[in-house]
């Protein structure tokens, strides 16, 4: 088990992202114009590092299967960034955002990494104020902050409730500047279908034209995954309907590990799901928590009486509610990190004490903040949610209690990386959610901006010229080369297999099929027989998807339906690799719960002496299971313990 | 609900299109206008015909993607929504709606209800930016921002690039878009700094791009789902003058000299 080799620079944690960057190699201004680099994705991650590797002279090509660079999902994160600027003087450093985000993430994290993060953070808030992003400010001028996410710190920067938005705006503008100076060349409406590797390094992609349906073959001297996560492996997530696995698990067929696949994060606040026709979930920024208080009736007949509408929320005595975050955890209260919250709601729910017509959600409640602060602060604060709440419910959290439910927000997992973000394929990078490395087992809020553009702006710009010095001699590669062919071909084939499928049922169904397994059997709780069982119900619907999926019109033109089946594809094979990681993790921790691994209390049981290490898994081809590999991490500046919001 | 729906169809750019009568039933009135397109879509899979596409992608009314006219108006009845935020309840049960794609020159139709939009990114490569590098920025409390300011500038950032302000105009008009940017940077003192080059190049690829003119009727602001506000065309028509009027002077100067 020796192939995984973090390559985490020698001496203190504290001083390690300084040597590293100081011992470094660096490319001469007139070689970078003479080396490629591929982006996919535009999202947070991608578009910082196609601007900043622009910017630095190198030849950038960016894919995004978005019509714009502008609509990946990073803009529809609402609450905000994290940085450790200390600027409201409540005692943060770098080192207590790393503290923070190794416990958050329950100790299955490299501390190197997450150091890094921490140290980079604050250069984030420089540039994106540069940029025009409007965080929002004090009367003083001066930029303010907001305690986020279970955080005894107020650390964060946000932008009313469209942090992403603003800060998408901001790489996309920096994006589109490069565009226009040339250095930046843009492949919008594509779809990256697969990798192509010459001599065992990244050196291209093959791509379908969506609007054409053309085949693409692109070459470069190193290819940088930026695809984002894979909650919608779920069917119902909070993430955009086009989100997918494609170019990340293209990848892991070629070599790439995945790491931590079963990492996935289970947002507490979000919009309870309708009914069956119901396409995806709508997020409601964890930032409510803030002011609002959790809470479901104390007893039963209350329960009923709701149900039935006898009765509205107001009509339940304050002695009748049980406030249940803060009675479990009266040191955080409804501010315990997302995991936490999520598994308390699931158990109220399951215990039958939930609300709405369905059963299946509580209250989160905002009388008593309007009291205290008055209409207008909380208008100021939280109007866009009310608003958005409002237009999908028709009821207004100014009258009622707003209802929320958890839903799949974010995966952890993803490609394994080195300290240098490059996967265990040379000359292939995967930054932002697409890897697995700066979160462990739960992300704390405000972390996930904070990450991909550390990673896109000031780490994969400094770790990617180590590598490409050594590619000054390697002349631009020939797309018409049998490697390129080769690939080009296999993507066709591929494409024209599924098209010849002879089924009936839609891609769509499929993929709610799929859903409803991930959800019942590797979702917020898992035990080894229902993992055993959705091993099982996944390989009847990989062999069902093969001879009955039903894809109409052609390949040679705008297709949703082949786009849509080939993602589909990939996540049924990915749903498989998680409920394996999940059922090899015989431990709970963070977002992962095993119920057999739990306190006395209900709390998330962690086995450190046999589980504290990265799983990473290496394809062994189509029909053979995944093997694991282990990076075992060390902990030399933060001591493990239980995780305690009591 | 039940529900009769008029249906733009077009094959591709070239191809001619046309409007086509389908039937949707049991449809939740909790249910979002694209659920109710879903439905119709898996039907017509399953029965062998021929999907409607359509642009979609968070569902959640800030990627700016989705994009249908709906009864004659961008992104449907509701006030301050994008089409995957309206929901069926807008509408009675019986009701015929009628679908189209975004109209307008710079807009060419790519199948059915999608539109090429690239020309609005066009425009932002044109100047929508501050010109920052990575790198060598002064610490983000430097520079004290007014919060009217910060605020104001925050309000036309929320611009979701939608393109519905375009498809509301009679003129075909992007200047609520390009309003929203020059106004978002020019409030700030970062973006200050360019602000009389980046108007006049952004107007210009305007043009380029075959956008139209403001005649004032305000429908893109009345039908723009982040009610942006049209006095942002006013102070991008105030940068522009001031721009000119500032380049006029100086080359009079330089002549003089």
């Known amino acids: 088990m020796t192939r995984l080799n973090a390559r985490i620079p020698e001496g203190p944690v504290a001083e390690k992202w300084t040597a590293y960057k100081s011992g470094s190699k660096l490319v001469n201004p007139n070689n970078k114009r003479k080396l490629d680099i591929i982006v996919i994705g535009t999202g947070l991650a991608g578009?910082?590092?196609?601007?900043?590797?622009?910017?630095?002279?190198?030849?950038?090509?960016?894919?995004?299967?978005q019509d714009t660079p502008r609509r990946a999902h990073s803009i529809a994160a609402q609450g905000g960034i994290n940085a450790a600027k200390n600027y409201p003087n409540d005692g943060d450093s770098a080192y207590r955002l790393f503290y923070d985000t190794i416990k958050g993430g329950d100790y299955r994290v490299r501390e190197a990494n997450v150091y890094r993060l921490a140290q980079v953070s604050n250069q984030i808030i420089d540039l994106c104020v540069a940029q025009g992003v409007p965080f929002a400010r004090e009367y003083s001028g001066l930029l303010t902050n907001r305690s986020f996410g279970g955080a005894q710190v107020s650390r964060t920067f946000y932008a009313r409730g469209q942090t992403g938005q603003q800060l998408l705006l901001g790489a996309y503008s920096a994006l589109s500047r490069q565009i226009a100076a040339g250095t930046v060349k843009l492949y919008n409406r594509?779809?990256?279908?697969?990798?192509?590797?010459?001599?065992?390094?990244?050196?291209?992609?093959?791509?379908?034209?969506?609007?054409?349906?053309?085949?693409?073959?692109?070459?470069?001297?190193?290819?940088?995954?930026?695809?984002?996560?894979?909650?919608n492996v779920f069917f119902l997530s909070t993430n955009a309907m086009g989100s997918n696995v494609t170019p990340a698990w293209s990848a892991y067929r070629k070599g790439a590990m995945f790491a931590n696949p079963s990492f996935t994060q289970i947002h507490p606040t979000c919009i309870p799901v309708h009914g069956d026709a119901q396409s995806k979930l709508t997020l409601m920024s964890e930032s409510l928590r803030n002011d609002g208080r959790i809470w479901v009736p104390a007893k039963m007949k209350d329960v009923e009486k709701l149900r039935n509408k006898e009765i509205t929320p107001s009509d339940i005595a304050e002695a009748d509610r049980d406030y249940y975050l803060e009675r479990r955890y009266p040191a955080f209260g409804n501010l315990v990190p997302r995991d936490v919250a999520s598994r308390a709601a699931k158990e109220r729910c399951d215990a039958g004490f939930g609300v709405g017509t369905t059963g299946v959600a509580v209250f989160l409640d905002f009388a008593d903040a309007i009291k205290r602060k008055g209409h207008d602060a909380i208008d100021s604060l939280y109007g866009n949610l009310f608003q958005m709440y409002e237009q999908i419910v028709a009821e207004s959290p100014y009258e009622t209690p707003m209802m929320i439910y958890p839903a799949v927000h974010y995966t952890m997992g993803g490609l394994w990386v080195?300290?240098?973000?490059?996967?265990?394929?040379?000359?292939?990078?995967?930054?932002?959610?697409?890897?697995?490395?700066?979160?462990?087992?739960?992300?704390?809020?405000a972390s996930a901006l904070m990450q991909g553009l550390a990673d896109g702006y000031f780490v994969l710009p400094y770790t990617i010229g180590n590598y490409l010095a050594n590619e000054i001699h390697t002349p631009r590669f020939d797309t018409?080369?049998?490697?390129?062919?080769?690939?080009?071909?296999?993507?066709?084939?591929?494409?024209?297999?599924?098209?010849?499928?002879?089924?009936?049922?839609?891609?769509?169904?499929?993929?709610r099929r799929l859903g409803k397994i991930m959800w019942e059997y590797c979702g917020m709780a898992r035990n080894d027989a229902g993992l055993t069982e959705a091993l099982y119900q996944i390989t009847e619907l990989r062999q069902e998807f093969a001879r009955g999926v039903k894809i109409p019109g052609g390949l040679d033109e705008y297709n949703p339906e082949i786009e849509k089946a080939c993602r589909v594809a990939d996540f049924i094979e990915l749903g498989e690799l998680m409920v394996r990681d999940a059922q090899q993790r015989r431990e709970s921790c963070g977002g992962h719960f095993r119920e057999e691994y739990q306190t006395s209390e209900g709390e998330a049981l962690r086995n450190d002496d046999e589980f504290a290490f990265v799983g990473a898994w290496e394809y062994s081809g189509r029909d053979a299971a995944a093997q694991l590999h282990r990076e075992e991490l060390q902990f030399n500046e933060i001591k493990l313990s239980q995780r305690s919001y009591k | 609900m039940n529900f009769t729906l008029k249906i733009w169809r077009q094959k591709n750019v070239t191809a001619k299109g046309e409007m086509v009568s389908y039937d949707v039933s049991g449809i939740s009135a909790d249910s979002s206008f694209f659920e109710m397109l879903d439905t119709l879509n898996q039907k017509l899979i399953t029965t062998g015909g021929d999907p409607v596409a359509f642009d979609h992608d968070c569902r959640e009314g800030i990627c700016g993607t989705c994009s249908l006219y709906i009864n004659g108006r961008p992104h449907g009845p509701a006030k301050g929504v994008t089409t995957c935020q309206l929901h069926m309840r807008a509408f009675k049960d019986g009701d015929t709606i009628f679908i189209e794609p975004w109209r307008a020159k710079a807009f060419p139709i790519i199948r059915d209800l999608i539109v090429d939009r690239s020309a609005l990114d066009k425009i932002i490569q044109a100047g929508g930016y501050v010109s920052v590098n990575t790198g060598g920025v002064p610490d983000a409390n430097t520079i004290p921002v007014p919060k009217e300011k910060s605020d104001a500038a925050f309000d036309a950032a929320t611009c979701i690039g939608c393109g519905a302000c375009v498809a509301a105009c009679s003129n075909a008009a992007a200047m609520l878009f390009?309003?929203?940017?020059?106004?978002?940077?020019?409030?700030?003192?970062?973006?200050?700094?360019?602000?009389?080059?980046?108007?006049?190049?952004?107007?210009?690829?305007?043009?380029?791009?075959?956008?139209?003119?403001?005649?004032?009727?305000?429908?893109?602001?009345f039908d723009c789902p982040k009610g942006i506000s049209v006095a942002n065309i006013a102070r991008m028509n105030r940068e522009f003058l001031g721009a000119k009027l500032f380049s006029e002077k100086e080359r009079v100067i330089k002549e003089s000299l």
Do not use: W
Request: charged letters at 20%; glycine letters at 10%; one cysteine or more.
């Open chain 2, 178 to 221: 390009i309003g929203a940017k020059v106004s978002h940077l020019a409030l700030l003192p970062q973006g200050r700094v360019e602000a009389a080059t980046r108007v006049q190049k952004m107007v210009a690829c305007m043009d380029e791009q075959g956008f139209g003119n403001c005649s004032n009727t305000y429908a893109c602001e």
């Open chain 1, 47 to 65: 578009a910082s590092a196609a601007a900043s590797l622009g910017q630095l002279g190198y030849n950038v090509k960016v894919f995004c299967y």
């Open chain 1, 418 to 445: 080195d300290y240098e973000l490059m996967t265990t394929i040379p000359g292939l990078y995967a930054i932002g959610e697409c890897n697995f490395s700066d979160h462990g087992a739960n992300r704390l809020g």
């Open chain 1, 190 to 231: 594509r779809d990256v279908l697969d990798m192509v590797l010459v001599d065992g390094k990244a050196r291209g992609i093959i791509a379908r034209n969506l609007v054409t349906g053309e085949i693409e073959r692109h070459a470069a001297h190193a290819v940088v995954l930026a695809n984002g996560g894979y909650g």
């Open chain 1, 480 to 511: 018409a080369s049998s490697e390129f062919t080769l690939a080009a071909q296999a993507v066709t084939d591929r494409l024209k297999q599924i098209k010849n499928s002879s089924g009936k049922e839609s891609v769509d169904n499929f993929h």
